[in-house]
C-alpha cells in the first residue's frame, strides 16, 4: 500500500504570555492512500494543531513548527517553495472543519462558492462550473440541489451545512482529506449519516481519510487505525479491533471505559479522573501519571518512549507510550 502522508517527529510550539508552550511534543503517523487514521484525544491534546501544521494552516504567529518532517506523495511539505505548497493544499489536500459555517462564505450562495473551485482550478465556464456544483450537492444528498444552489450557507440546517462543507472538500478529487470534529456540533442521528457519507465518499474515490475526533464512538465503524494523543502526544497507535478489544495503554482504556451521554451531542463522561496538564506545565516522567491508575514510581521520572507492542501486533503494528504496556494488554 502506498505511504500517504507521513508525519514524522512534528514539533509545534506556541507563544503565550506565560511562556513557551509545546502543543505538539513530536508526534509521528502515517496513512495510506485509501485508508482512515482516527486521530483520538480530548481537547488541548493537540490534534487539531498537528492537522493544521500538516494542512500548512497553523495560525502563526503565535503557533510555529519547530521541527518534523511533513511528507506528502514522499515529498515534505515544510521545506518546499510557498506556492507549490499552496498548489497542492488546493487540490490534492482538503480539510473539512467542524464550523461549517464560518469555514463557508456567508455572502456567496453555496452553488456559487461550490462552482468558483472548478472555475478557478479546473478552468471551467460559468456555467458548467454551476451544472458541476449542482451534480456534486446531489452527490452529498442535498435535497432539491438545483433550487438549494442559490441558497446561502446560514439558510442550512447543520447537518446540510456540513454535506456541503463535505462537498466542497472533495469538488477537486483529492487524494487527502483531513476532517476536524466534522459532526461534533450536530445531533446525534444527524451525526451518523454524516460520518457514513463520509466513509462512502472515502470508498468511492479511494482517498486518504485522516479523522480528528475526541469520541471513540464516531471513530469505530469508520476508522482502519487509530492514533490516540494526549498531552501533545502519540500514546498509542493501533488498528481499530485490536485497540478496542486490548488497549496497550491505560489512557485508551479509560476512554473506552467512558460512559457515553446520549443526551448531549453523544458526549462521554471520562472514567478518568481529573483533567489535562497544561502544555505550559507538563508534568516530569509520563505526562499521564498524575491520572494514571497503574502509574508506579519510575513513571514520575522516565518519560516513557513510544514502545513497539510485540504482542498482538498485526501487519501494520502497534505502538503504546507505557512502561507498563504489558500489563495493560493483558489487564
Ligand atoms: Fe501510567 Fe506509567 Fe504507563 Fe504512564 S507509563 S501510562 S503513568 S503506567
Ligand atoms: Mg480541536
Known amino acids: 500500500m502506498t505511504r500517504l502522508l507521513e ?23 502515517g496513512v495510506d ?33 519547530t521541527g518534523g518532517e511533513v511528507l506528502f506523495q514522499g515529498r515534505d511539505l515544510l521545506t518546499m517553495r510557498a506556492e507549490q505548497r499552496r498548489r497542492i493544499r488546493g487540490a490534492a489536500m482538503a480539510m473539512i472543519f467542524q464550523d461549517a459555517l464560518s469555514a463557508l462564505n456567508p455572502v456567496l450562495t453555496v452553488g ?47 447537518g446540510m451545512r456540513q454535506r456541503i462543507m463535505i462537498a466542497m472538500a472533495i469538488a477537486l478529487e483529492p487524494d487527502l482529506i483531513i476532517a476536524d470534529e466534522p459532526t461534533t456540533a450536530l445531533d446525534v442521528t444527524v451525526q451518523a449519516q454524516v460520518m457514513d457519507l463520509l466513509a462512502e465518499l472515502r470508498r468511492e474515490y479511494a482517498m486518504g481519510l485522516v479523522l480528528i475526533t475526541h469520541d471513540l464512538g464516531v471513530v469505530a465503524d469508520v476508522a482502519d487505525t487509530i492514533a490516540v494523543m494526549y498531552a ?9 479491533r485490536d485497540l478496542y478489544r486490548r488497549p496497550a495503554h491505560p489512557y485508551t482504556r479509560g ?23 497544561s502544555p505550559l506545565a507538563l508534568p516530569p516522567g509520563c505526562p499521564f501519571h498524575p491520572r494514571c491508575p497503574r502509574a508506579q514510581e519510575v513513571c514520575r521520572v522516565e518519560r516513557p518512549p513510544l514502545y513497539e507492542v510485540t504482542e498482538d501486533a498485526g501487519a501494520d503494528g502497534r505502538t503504546s507510550a507505557c512502561h507498563f504496556w504489558k500489563e495493560e494488554l493483558h489487564a
Do not use: W
Open 7 to 29: 508525519v514524522r517527529d512534528l514539533r509545534v510550539q506556541f507563544r503565550t504570555r506565560d511562556g513557551i508552550a509545546e502543543a505538539v511534543g513530536g508526534v509521528s503517523y
Open 33 to 65: 492512500a485509501g485508508r482512515t487514521l482516527a486521530v483520538l484525544g480530548e481537547s488541548g491534546s493537540g490534534k487539531s494543531v498537528t492537522a493544521q501544521a500538516v494542512m500548512g494552516i497553523l495560525d502563526s504567529p503565535p503557533g510555529r513548527i
Open 112 to 158: 456559487a462558492q461550490l462552482a468558483e473551485m472548478y472555475e478557478v482550478h479546473r478552468g471551467m465556464s460559468r456555467g458548467d462550473a454551476r451544472r458541476r456544483a449542482v451534480e456534486l450537492m446531489d452527490r452529498v444528498r442535498i435535497p432539491a440541489a438545483g433550487q438549494r444552489a442559490g441558497d446561502y450557507p446560514h439558510q442550512f440546517s447543520g
Open 232 to 240: 501533545g502526544r502519540i500514546v498509542e497507535t493501533a488498528p481499530v
Open 255 to 277: 476512554l473506552l471505559d467512558s460512559v457515553p451521554r446520549v443526551d448531549h451531542r453523544g458526549e462521554r463522561l471520562y472514567a478518568i479522573k481529573g483533567a489535562p496538564p
